[in-house]
């Protein structure tokens, strides 16, 4: 085997999805404590001399405990190179994660075993069903009241329309939680509560049948295991590979993350099973990772991630070949060349210089102002990627710095934070040119306020509204104007603002000469 393949076959890169407070930024911390990358398990919403999470980079993130912006994270475990990427469960931040899944070749899905499938949840699997993801569900929270095991089953199926099958099974669940048991390996592991759940849980390991399991169960509790187990076995179907890659079966586990019990068990399933790096769509057909040639394409912008350097990094998922730093390799959207000579790996805001990187692997580059989502550096100048959408804004607002002086600060962070899709910028035709900033969800004006204030400087008025729709156009928008608002995209072409439905659809009736676009001709944008 060549070195190429053999470092693609070692590649496990995922992200973790699910509706927020089901544990996935908790989960990830765990994860990186058993790879080794960190000593000490993080908390999500860290008290007085508690340490904050490692992948909750932002203060803004700190402060209110949830993901905001997607982060990578770069581990080794057990021979394996794994490229975790961390996403926000909040639905405001749909646009960031979709991005993100784009760069992954599975995901794992974590459910709050007390609520079970809930709404963003069903967004961001159908997302990954349209993407063919091959999908992991682990059942957190079992140190709390769950629902019925198998009712919890059948809702993830008939909700996701996706077949299951536990790979683990719990024993209990809130008080009465004592463990999970391995269906594959027959070993049952027992869980010990530690304090904070900082440091690795004690395992003990023992066969079903074992006479000790009595007296560390007790005769009830093990009599339903039994009973559970044989009825599991008897009418669920095994693990299907062919139909896990597919994206139609999911294996499950179950535990708890926040204590880190069945986190250690499931990360040895989850990169076996996980897939090595795939090929991805281009516009010349489908791109092997095992193609000599480099590829990589950017999925994801980022300013001001350290405090020391200031910069802005694009973050690379190098798609084909081998990455090394310093190689020259085409911008196929401009035609110019570059070299890639800042590169850097990823874990949070941390960086480290990198020499060499494989299909799967994450890359940080330096962006001066060159990069933008969806861009493709290659050896070969003609690829490009055939899909990389954005989502239409349904909420819009006027903004203006509140000091006039520190208007040439407030235009770099206008640049900078539009690029990295946190908003999308639309300039007035007339009148006012206060550029109106579009969002997909209300908390996005919050985290545009609060990163425009922190990181340049530049406190902000923001005017909210009462705009919902917004049309490309093809065609000259004339007396338009008198009902909806002529703007401009960052990119020059006609937008038209609507307040409503029925103001759109006057508008179709009374120019029937004009396509009104819910997307750019040259992008792909998504409703969500």
Request: hydrophobic letters at 40%.
């Amino acid at each position: 085997m060549s070195n190429l393949s053999h470092e693609i076959q070692r590649r496990r890169t995922f992200a973790i999805i699910s509706h927020p407070d089901a544990g996935k930024t908790t989960m990830t911390e765990k994860l990186l404590l058993y790879g080794g990358a960190i000593q000490s398990a993080g908390s999500v919403t860290a008290k007085q001399n508690q340490k904050q999470t490692q992948s909750d980079w932002m203060t803004i993130e700190q402060q209110r405990g949830i993901s905001i912006s997607s982060s990578a994270l770069v581990f080794d475990y057990h021979g394996y190179h794994i490229n975790l990427l961390d996403t926000p469960g909040h639905q405001d931040f749909s646009e960031d994660t979709y991005r993100t899944l784009m760069a992954v070749d599975s995901a794992l899905m974590m459910l709050d075993a007390a609520r079970g499938v809930q709404a963003q949840t069903e967004k961001l699997f159908a997302v990954c069903r349209n993407k063919n993801i091959p999908i992991i569900t682990f059942m957190n929270k079992m140190d709390r009241p769950a629902m019925d095991f198998f009712e919890l089953l059948e809702q993830v199926e008939s909700t996701l329309k996706i077949k299951v099958v536990p790979m683990t099974w719990p024993i209990g669940s809130g008080p009465d939680f004592k463990g999970v048991y391995d269906l594959q390996q027959k070993r049952v592991f027992l869980f010990e509560r530690t304090e904070h759940g900082k440091k690795r849980a004690p395992v003990q390991v023992a066969d079903l049948y074992d006479p000790q399991l009595e007296s560390l169960l007790g005769s009830d509790a093990l009599q339903l295991l039994q009973e559970q187990v044989e009825m599991v076995e008897g009418v669920l179907d095994p693990l299907d590979m062919d139909l896990f890659l597919r994206g139609e079966m999911t294996p499950v586990f179950w535990g708890s993350a926040i204590t880190n019990f069945g986190v250690e068990n499931f990360l040895d399933a989850l990169v076996e099973l996980a897939p090595a790096p795939h090929a991805i769509e281009t516009t010349l057909g489908k791109l092997e990772p095992t193609e000599e040639t480099f590829t990589g394409f950017i999925f994801k912008l980022q300013a001001n991630m350290s405090k020391q350097h200031r910069d802005r990094t694009a973050y690379m998922r190098v798609a084909s070949g081998t990455f090394e730093r310093g190689m020259a390799v085409m911008h196929t959207r401009t035609g110019r060349e570059i070299r890639l000579s800042r590169a850097h790996t990823l874990f949070a805001q941390d960086r480290e210089s990198i020499e060499v990187a494989y299909p799967g692997d994450i890359v940080g580059l330096v962006n001066p102002g060159v990069f933008q989502i969806g861009d493709v550096v290659s050896v070969n100048p003609k690829i490009r990627l055939t899909d990389f959408p954005r989502f239409t804004p349904e909420h819009f607002a006027t903004v203006s710095p509140k000091d006039v002086s520190k208007r040439k600060a407030f235009r770099k962070g206008l640049e900078q934070l539009s690029e990295e899709g946190v908003v999308q910028i639309f300039f007035p035709t007339d009148g006012a040119r206060d550029p109106i900033l579009g969002v997909v969800g209300q908390l996005q004006f919050e985290v545009f306020e609060h990163r425009m204030l922190e990181e340049y400087g530049v406190a902000i008025d923001l005017m909210h509204s009462s705009y919902k729709l917004v049309r490309w156009l093809a065609g000259e928008p004339g007396a338009l104007a008198r009902f909806a608002k002529h703007v401009e995209d960052d990119r020059g072409r006609p937008v038209m603002l609507f307040r409503n439905r029925f103001d759109l659809e006057f508008a179709l009736e009374q120019h029937p000469d004009l396509e009104f676009l819910p997307q750019p001709k040259d992008m792909t944008v998504i409703q969500d």
